[in-house]
């Protein structure tokens, strides 16, 4: 049997952002945690490290498909592998991240009202009612709500293709590993 490490714990670290945005939707600024530390980790290091050992969703996925054993393991189509796919779901992802920013821009400055919904699949409307933000700016509170969308969506899709496929396999066409990947292979090829 192989040894434990501390890290192949941090799939705990998913169901708990999970849960605090659900009882507070401000607890949805943690996700940028998911976007900061592959950045520096593939720009400091030059590595994948942080997707490879420490990513949280990617302990969660290997933890309930391969060690509780939920994986069907399907072979996955070519084309979930081909850097075409890769690059543009990875643009998709960062324009509704760009889409949050710009929506949380209009918020703050008062063009725009506070959206109070997760939106799931950028389509479907989860109200967040029970959840009080009167305490804080309006485009906190925006940007929590957008980026709970985000990150949820993403959790989503992850399951399925951990659900149906291997049970990593939303790390082949992860867009934060798809950059990441990108800045590593720039970075050492100027090294």
Known sequence: MKSRH?????????????SLGFVNILFAWLGLINFCLPLLFAIIGGNKLFCNRYCDRGQFLRFFGSQAGLSRRHAMPAFLH?????????????AMFGSALWTTWLVAGGVA????????????????????TAAVSPWVVQFSFKLYSLMLTSEIIAIVAM??????????????GTLTQGICKLRNKKG
């Open 6 to 18: 501390w890290y192949h714990y941090l799939w705990i670290w998913s169901i708990i952002y999970f």
């Open 82 to 94: 081909s850097t075409v796919f890769r690059v543009l779901f990875m643009a998709f992802f960062f």
């Open 113 to 132: 009202s506070v959206q109070d919904a997760v939106m799931l699949f950028w389509t479907i409307r989860l109200p967040w009612e029970w959840t009080s």
């Open 163 to 176: 659900l149906w496929f291997r049970p990593r396999a939303w790390c082949t066409f992860c867009p934060m």
